[in-house]
DNA sequence: CGGTCTGCGGAAAGCGCTTTCCGCAGCCTA
DNA sequence: TAGGCTGCGGAAAGCGCTTTCCGCAGACCG
């Protein structure tokens, strides 16, 4: 009405009279002036202040907010307020299907609960990891959450958890899914009893020799899903002798190549397992590649039940993990209760779902 | 040496006088104390800045950093510092491959010039985009770039565009890819062209009647890409009639259960086209459920030449896009030139990956 | 031996916001 | 009509950091 910009266009003269030309942002002190009120009116109507601000000016205010199309500048916001609203999460890599679907879970309670989701990726670089934590500590996120294996290094676990016990000691909350070495509320999926649960499928088909392709050795995901394995080759009074446990880099491509190598090793291989799904596919590329029926003359059993599973041909027989509930779950500890509380373990349970990729072996 | 806490457990006495309790984080003046220095020397020595400073002094701040395990205020150093550091994207789902690729383009770019990639997942709703500009602009990144296909809505175009402009006015800069209608610098992917080849690619296998599986129609790239499948028919003087195009939301299920409708209504139908490889793995999926033969009876292709199209059964024709290049592209421009420059446009091809899934006609 | 540099540490002024505290009106009560 | 409330706006003090500017020494020169 009385602005001396009648339309829309961004008003170029008016911003932060130091300096004159228009660069840099609007800042409060300009809507303020705008709207002929103090910095706090403006801030109060802006925030929904519970003191009361008459009508006029919180009009006028608005107005002002409108016609420069300010926004607040969220750092000197993160400084001036006490609360934290952000939350941190590191994930090895949101891409892959298996930190994808934790995510979601991540991000549905996060958002629940009104929290920002800053998503970090590792790419399984430990260095890395330890780099994200500080980060997330100097965004003064309100929690941090860790998803994915831990690694068998004693160094860095010992590190990681003194900067997360830092992160702790300055109010900040911490869970992580899937490690249990670490400090903070802790989502453990069935690792182990899903290997085993796995390898107890094979064995019950009549397979007599199973082969594994494992993940990398320093995961820890890799070591428990193996002792699974170990466990039910032991109830069956089986071995599995480590030539026919060959470790990959949980991908597709490296499942393909290791497929070739545990066969030519080892021929007498009649079900094999993968760690993870994504290897899974891979063997069964390389099986069908080489007319290796499937599971006519070998079985092929995947981790994860990721939405491949389903599409791939034929169908993966796979351990479930309810992934976005454990990313549920993790979240809503990290953003409940205080910070001083006992840790917090929640299990999960890993089952098998038989597809078509498993079957007795060849007669 | 001549702390007073000769482990490294955390100190709890010290932080941040005001108070006596620790609760709170370490901030630099604790530091400062500490090592007996200035604040002003503090930060430069954790900063690396150029000016001097005598050795032992040094020592004794990054003593002090190391006893106190500091890290400094992200939010404080935003705001006291000039030039920033973060860049935004907003996505549609990074945890869809599509978006996971061009992610993985911006992310490598980002890093290689040292900024912090903020994620920001809109779920293909235009509030949510809207808000996610907001929240960007607070946070006060150095650029923003929007991935994925744009909206046939001329109120919201307006509204984003309006906003963009007034971040553009404060400095910030504006990349998008795969949305023409709009501010800032542009990657265009060659949506229509793509679709005009493999439209091409099927008609030149001998089929007389294609359907077409494509998404949402409010979305650009579904139109984008259906121009050119139905510039490819005019070419060969066929028609497409609207009967044989049915929309659907490019997931998954939604291409199975539109593959149904589609061969239902319109029979003769020989090659199905999806706009995007999720659904045309749905279709994929129905055909086998239903033993139709893929390409015996009916050839199926994709768009986007997602990492799973070479693992489904039959493999999958499709249209690649250099996704990981496209989001590396963008992130250059984001992050290069001066934010007044003519607006760029890079154009990047659509190639097609012919596998198994698309052959002749059954006779 | 006085004067001018130069080298380096510290004081202090913000960055843009929130929030406490203060004070001015206008109102009610006695 | 005086005194005390109550309601609402503004002044100002930070939040934790960076960075400019100043000043103190010691080095060097004439």
Same mark, same amino acid.
């Given at each position: ?5 009648? +339309? ?6 008016? #911003? ?37 601000? %008459? ?24 400084? %001036? ?46 260095? $890395?990891?330890?780099?994200?934590? &500080? ?21 860095? *676990?010992? &590190? ?22 670490? /400090? ?15 390898? &107890? ?21 890799? =070591? ?5 394995? $170990?466990? %039910? ?13 060959? @470790? ?8 393909? =190549? ?5 066969? @030519?090793?080892?021929?007498?291989? *009649? #079900? ?17 590649? @080489? ?13 994860? +039940? ?8 034929? *169908? ?26 006992? *840790? $917090? ?7 098998? /779902? ?10």
């Amino acid at each position: 009405m009385d602005g001396p910009e009648p +339309d829309a266009g961004p008003p170029a003269g008016e #911003a932060s009279a130091r300096g004159g030309i228009a660069r840099g942002a609007v800042t409060l002190a300009d809507v303020a002036r705008r709207a002929k009120v103090s910095p706090a009116t403006a801030s109060r109507v802006i925030n929904g202040s519970t003191k009361p601000v %008459a009508e006029e000016l919180r009009a006028r205010v608005l107005r002002a907010v409108e016609d420069l199309r300010y926004v607040p500048n969220a750092h000197a916001q993160g400084l %001036a307020r006490s609360h934290r609203i952000a939350v941190g999460v590191i994930v090895h890599d949101v891409s892959d299907p298996y930190f994808a679907e934790i995510t979601r879970g991540l991000q549905r309670v996060a958002t629940e609960h009104g929290r920002l989701l800053v998503i970090c990726n590792s790419y399984r670089d430990p260095a $890395r990891e330890l780099e994200y934590v &500080e980060l997330l500590r100097a965004q003064q996120v309100a929690a941090i959450v860790l998803a994915g294996s831990g690694y068998h290094d004693v160094a860095f *676990t010992k &590190e990681i958890n003194a900067k997360l016990r830092a992160y702790q000691q300055s109010g900040g909350h911490v869970s992580v899914i899937g490690r249990h070495e670490h /400090v903070g509320d802790a989502v453990l999926p069935a690792n182990e009893e899903g290997g085993r649960l796995i390898a &107890e499928h094979l064995y019950e088909l009549g397979h007599k020799h199973i082969g594994v392709i494992a993940g990398p050795k320093v995961l820890t995901t890799t =070591t428990d899903r193996l002792a699974g394995i $170990r466990r %039910a080759a032991k109830d069956h009074g089986r071995a599995l002798p480590a030539r026919r446990v060959v @470790h990959s880099d949980f991908s597709r491509d490296g499942g393909a =190549t290791s497929t070739a190598h545990l066969l @030519h090793d080892s021929p007498e291989v *009649t #079900a094999i397992v993968a760690l993870n799904d994504s290897m899974a596919v891979g063997a069964l590329a390389w099986l069908r590649a @080489h007319k290796i029926s499937v599971p006519g003359q070998v079985s092929v059993a995947g981790f994860d +039940d990721m939405p491949v599973a389903s599409d791939v041909t034929p *169908t993966l027989t796979t351990v479930r993990l309810p992934l976005t509930e454990m990313g549920a779950r993790a979240m809503s500890m990290a953003l409940s209760g205080s910070a001083i509380h006992p *840790t $917090r373990i929640e299990r999960v349970e890993a089952i098998v /779902v038989a597809r078509e990729s498993s079957g007795p072996p060849p007669a």
